[in-house]
Every structure is written in structure tokens, then in C-alpha cells.
């Protein structure tokens, strides 16, 4: 239960003031001891394999002409099978499950580093975005093993780079969609848009199953009274970072297609694909994040989405001289949109805490 709850339930005098500490506490609104404890463990645990590993890439970086090639790459694999030996021997003995994924995350990120190697030492040639795709496919058993959500968004974003630094435009598109599809700065974003948003249905799937990513749902939003607002049905629910992250990504890649799509003055088929493909993604989040469930954040980024397109357009249509006039109906216009947009969030947030505090 937050804080502003508990501030509700006093304003209301169903909570004595005088007891309001004891209630954060009792309620989880604040974290007990052994939880800071916990999450400073976690977190120095993270962060100190992390930096190990990134301080082996330093290391050879900064002695790069005193060490030969035998130096080297025997550092990089050793560090490697150092790291897939403690692994192994952490699943032997069935201990620290969250050691076991940092193990699997530095040998990802050394995995990296070796290939970068072979790369610099042998000089292949290879394009930038060849790099990180054989990386991202290299180390994806471990992705799939841990079950560790930085692990995923490091192997998500290794596809991402893999396509923004030419993956597209290098082996093109199968035959169907370069038929629609001629402009090769559309299809590379087409490309991150369906990546991300195949990714964010993913986790959304992924999320239900797995304790890591569940969040404690709070309490049904019920009609509230003397409000316009209509009948919320859907509980409140907190989504975990990785999730509300990779949504960020799916709908601001869909929302960029749909906006370059409009302003690249594209063929009339590039405009319906890129503009079906955002609706169908912000009805799935109107669907999932309104109807069965209420999550604003996501619900922030279903009213950026449409704000931001609905600007563009805007701009497209009037096609005003940029002048200050013309600068100055747009920031008005855009001042009313995200006021309606911020109105609505806010009544959806008022209502879950009523209903909640009743």
C-alpha cells in the first residue's frame, strides 16, 4: 500500500494520525530493515560482477601493445571458463540462484569482448552489426537459462544495435515487403518495431508465469462515487522495470515508424502498414492495461503515443511557415492535447486511490 493511501485513509479519519508510521510500516509502505539489507546485497553483488568483468576489457584495452596475441586471448577465455566453472559449480551445489545469473551475465559480457578480440587481433572485416548479432545468438542458451532480466535486456538491446547499425540494409527484406516497402530507412525501423513488439508480448507472457517478474497486484478499482469517471473493473498492478521497459521500447519504435511514415512522404502502403501496426499495438495496451487491468504507466505511454502523432499529422496538414505564429499554435495545441491527456490519467489515478481507500 503507498504512502499517499495511508495519507487518504487519515484524511478520511479512518486512521489516526498519531499511527500512521506504525501502519507504513506494518502495511510494507516503507522497507524493514532486512529489506535494505537484501537490497544492498543484491545490488553491491550486481554491480561488483559487473564491474569485474568490464575491468578484464579495460585491462587489455589499456596494455593492448604490451600484451602479444597468446596474452591476450589467453586472458579472455580464461576469465571465461573461470566464470562458466564457478557456474557450474554453483548449480552443483545449488547455491546463490542470484550469483548463478550474474556468472551466466559476465559471461555474456566477456563472450563480447572475445569476439571483439578476434575481430581487432585478425582483422575479419566484419560490419559492426555482424558483431552483435553473432553475439546476441551466441549467448543466447545462457538468456535462456538465467531467467534474468538484465540478461534479457542486454540480449534485447544487442538485436536492436545488430539492426540500427545497418543489419536491414545489409541483407534487405524477403521479397513480400520490399514489394511495399522501397525506402530502406522505413523498413530498418519496421524491423525494430516488430522485433520490440514480438518482445514486449513476450514479456508480457513471460511475466504471468514467472515469480521474478510478478508484482503484487493491489486492490480492484470499483465504481467510485459522484464521478464521471466510468466503471474501472480492472485491478491495479505494478509491472516489473524490464517489462515497463521493453514496453517504452515497442511503442516508441511503432510511434516513430507511424510519424516517419508521415513525414518521409512514403508510398500510401508504407502509411497503412506503419499506422496498422500502432494501432494494433496501443489497443493491445488499451485492452490489457485499461480493460482487464490498470497500470498508468503504461497508460502514459498509450497518451504519448497518441500526442506525439497527432502533432505530427497536425504539423503535416497545415503546413505552416516556421515562423514564430506558427510555433506558437502548436505549443498551444499541444498544451491542450497533453492537458486532456493528463486530465484523464489523473482521474483514472484519483479513482484507484478512492476506491481503494474505501
Known amino acids: 500500500m503507498s504512502k499517499r493511501v495511508i495519507e487518504q485513509l487519515i484524511a478520511a479519519g479512518v486512521l489516526p494520525a498519531k499511527f500512521a508510521k506504525l501502519a507504513a510500516f506494518a502495511l510494507g509502505s516503507y522497507p524493514s530493515v532486512a529489506d535494505w539489507r537484501r537490497f544492498s ?18 585491462f587489455i584495452a589499456f596494455n593492448w601493445l604490451e600484451l602479444g596475441k597468446l596474452g591476450k586471448f589467453a586472458l579472455v577465455e580464461g576469465a571465461l571458463i573461470l566464470t562458466l566453472g ?38 575479419t572485416g566484419a560490419d559492426s552489426w555482424q558483431l552483435f548479432a553473432l553475439w546476441s545468438l551466441l549467448i543466447l542458451p545462457w538468456v535462456l537459462i538465467a531467467r534474468f532480466p538484465i ?15 545497418g543489419f536491414a540494409p545489409a541483407i534487405g527484406l524477403p521479397a513480400l515487403f520490399t ?18 513488439g514480438f518482445a514486449f508480448l513476450a514479456w508480457l507472457v513471460v511475466a504471468e508465469r514467472l515469480p521474478i517478474l510478478q508484482k503484487a497486484n493491489l486492490p480492484t478499482v470499483n465504481q467510485v462515487p459522484n464521478s464521471d469517471e466510468k466503471k474501472l473493473t480492472a485491478p ?17 519504435f511503432a510511434t516513430i515508424l507511424a510519424c516517419y511514415s508521415v513525414i518521409g512522404e512514403l508510398a500510401e502502403p508504407n502509411l497503412i502498414i506503419a499506422h496498422s501496426i500502432w494501432l494494433i499495438l496501443l489497443g493491445l495496451i488499451w485492452y490489457q492495461f485499461y480493460w482487464l487491468r490498470l497500470n498508468l504507466l503504461l497508460l502514459t505511454y498509450f497518451c504519448a503515443a497518441i500526442i506525439a502523432l497527432v502533432m505530427v499529422w497536425f504539423i503535416n496538414f497545415t503546413n505552416f511557415d516556421w515562423d514564430i505564429e506558427t510555433f506558437f499554435v502548436i505549443a498551444i495545441v499541444l498544451l491542450i492535447i497533453s492537458a486532456i491527456a493528463v486530465g484523464w490519467l489523473r482521474r483514472l489515478f484519483v479513482a484507484s486511490l478512492s476506491a481503494r481507500r474505501t
Open 86 to 123: 564457478g557456474y557450474l559449480l554453483l548449480v552443483f551445489l545449488k547455491k546463490s540462484l542470484l550469483l548463478q545469473q550474474l556468472l551466466l551475465l559476465a559471461a555474456s559480457l566477456i563472450t563480447g569482448a572475445l569476439l571483439a578480440l578476434v575481430g581487432q587481433v585478425y582483422q
Open 236 to 252: 491495479v498492478i505494478e509491472l516489473h522495470w524490464s517489462t515497463n521497459l521493453v514496453g517504452l521500447l515497442a511503442i516508441s
Open 41 to 58: 546485497e543484491r545490488l553491491l553483488t550486481t554491480v561488483g560482477v559487473v564491474a569485474i568483468a568490464f575491468s578484464l576489457i579495460f
Open 151 to 165: 540478461l534479457w535486456m542486454l540480449w534485447l538491446g544487442l538485436i536492436n544495435l545488430a539492426v540500427m547499425l
Open 179 to 196: 514489394f511495399f516497402i522501397v525506402n530502406q530507412i522505413f523498413s530498418k525501423i519496421l524491423l525494430l518495431t516488430l522485433i520490440n
